[in-house]
């Protein structure tokens, strides 16, 4: 057994201290897709993960107050798509920094796997995913979805990354002499 130490219940950090610190943690750019009465939705996120590799699963967070967390907890579907670094204004469009008027599938190649959900053609991987199961963490919920079908794109594809308010892209440090 991991000892640990004793937490007082009502240890909390400010909510501003951690949005800051969290802001320091650089993560990848993902696109959750489903679909709700036959029309495909969107939504940019950050929150994506590996769980297991058998059986295949991966988890998405998602919060319950954005309209995409009661899409896919009715369907029971998404597909992540990981977004390359020349994609953010894709991500811009489905974050709905560019408004909600706008339609958001507009110019994105995409087909089909086994949910139904949009796949897209050009993103540097997508996983397509039923929901296992589903679990409440303070104003999230934590989908954790199994792959029903995965794709990766193109080996040369790099991800999108999102740091500290900004996108950014990868570097090979072998290649850039470090």
């Known amino acids: 057994m991991i000892p640990t130490q004793p937490t007082p219940p009502d240890a909390t950090a ?5 949005r800051a610190a969290m802001r320091r943690w650089p993560s990848g750019v993902t696109v959750i897709t489903m679909v709700s009465d036959g029309v495909p939705h969107g ?24 309209r995409s967390h009661a899409r896919v907890a009715a369907t029971g579907a998404f597909c992540v798509n990981v977004l390359a670094a020349d994609q953010s204004t894709r991500s811009d469009v489905f974050a709905g920094r560019v408004g909600d008027a706008v339609d958001r599938f507009a110019d994105v190649p995409y087909g089909t796997a086994v949910t139904g959900c949009p796949c897209f053609d050009d993103a540097v991987a997508w996983f397509d995913c039923v929901v296992d ?13 199994r792959v029903a079908a995965c794709h990766a794109g193109d080996e040369s594809a790099t991800p999108l990354v999102f740091h500290n308010t900004r996108y ?4 090979d440090l072998d290649d850039a002499g470090a």
Do not use: E, K, N, Q
Request: glycine fraction near 4%; proline fraction near 4%; charged fraction near 20%.
């Open 14 to 18: 400010d909510a501003d201290a951690y």
């Open 43 to 66: 939504m940019t996120a950050s929150a994506f993960t590996s769980v297991s590799v058998a059986p295949p699963m991966v988890l998405v967070v998602i919060d319950r107050r954005w």
């Open 133 to 145: 199961r589903a679990y409440d963490a303070g104003d999230h919920t934590i989908f954790v979805g």
């Open 168 to 171: 950014a892209r990868l570097i």
